[in-house]
Structures are given as structure tokens and as C-alpha cells.
């Protein structure tokens, strides 16, 4: 687990404008780099975000076997499944990813996505979707940032993760 997420150089504003420029879609990507866990035995991982992989959403109904309408905390309204409240990351992007990472001595560290009319917290299905544990970071519509470390399937099964620097 993360104890600090920090980001290089211009990631945070690719970050931002890569997932927010599909909206009211929700956008996607994958975070390339390294961890410092030179201060582990502290508690203080450090995972260093070197490049963002910006992601096509692939989402399409019937792509999993959980219920398609979910109700979203958020906004406190059903929501019909759509690329609007879904995503899912190409796995052909997630291979070519993880290769450039490795050439470059990264990995991929977790994936980000939009949440372009809602907060940026971790929503039911991104609970429901994800891998655990996992590290999601997520881009309100509002261009808020806020990172977790998710442990499991239920809301609430989820750390925020501290950063370094402006966000």
C-alpha cells in the first residue's frame, strides 16, 4: 500500500485533461512508475507517477455479470448503465502499457478514471470492478483528485491515499 503518491511533472494536468476532455463520458488510463519503498519499515511507501497511459473507455452493456442499474451514492439517482457511469480499460492497452513500463523499469502501479457529473470517491461499481487491492485514482468533473487504496467489494472497504505536493 501506498503511504504517499507523488506525480512527476506534467502527469497531473495529462491526468486531468485526458480523462475530463470525453466527458460527460467517463475517461480512463493507467499510472506508469516506480515505488520508493526506502522508508517502508516507517509506513512510508513512497509511489512516484511517471506517465500517464491515457485509456479508451471500452465499456459496452453486458460486459459483466452484476446487475446493469446500480444506484450511485453520489447523485442519488438510478443510473442506466453507460459509458456516462462506467469504464473499462482495453486489455490490449493494458499489455502495451505494462511492456513500456517494464522497458523503462516501472510497472503499472493502478488505473484512473473520470467521474465527470459526480464526486471524486470511489462509486459501488468501481467497488464492484475493482482488483483488489488496487490503487484507483479518480477526476471529478470539478477536476478534484483524490486517490484510494481499494481492499475490497463493499463501500467503504477503501484508504485515501496521502500526496505530495499541489493537486
Request: proline content about 7%; glycine content about 8%; aromatic content about 8%.
Amino acid at each position: 500500500m501506498p503511504g504517499l503518491l507523488e506525480f512527476d511533472r506534467n502527469c497531473l494536468m495529462v491526468l486531468r485533461c485526458s480523462l475530463l476532455a470525453v466527458a460527460p463520458f467517463e475517461g480512463c488510463a493507467l499510472l506508469l512508475g516506480d515505488q520508493d519503498d526506502s522508508n517502508s519499515d516507517q509506513g512510508c511507501s513512497i509511489w512516484n507517477v511517471r506517465l500517464i497511459w491515457p485509456c479508451c473507455n471500452v465499456w459496452e452493456p453486458g460486459m459483466s455479470s452484476l446487475p446493469e442499474g446500480s444506484l450511485d451514492p453520489n447523485l442519488g439517482a438510478e443510473l442506466l448503465p453507460s459509458r456516462k457511469c462506467r469504464f473499462a480499460l482495453d486489455p490490449r492497452e493494458q499489455l502495451q502499457a505494462q511492456r513500456f513500463a517494464r522497458e523503462h523499469n516501472w510497472q503499472v502501479l493502478g488505473s484512473a478514471h473520470s467521474h465527470p457529473g459526480g464526486e471524486a470517491v470511489p462509486s459501488v461499481m468501481d467497488h464492484r470492478w475493482a482488483t483488489l487491492p488496487s490503487l484507483l485514482v479518480i477526476v471529478a468533473g470539478s477536476g478534484n483528485v483524490r486517490a484510494w487504496w481499494m481492499t475490497g467489494v463493499q463501500p467503504g472497504q477503501q484508504h485515501e491515499v496521502a500526496h505530495l505536493g499541489q493537486w
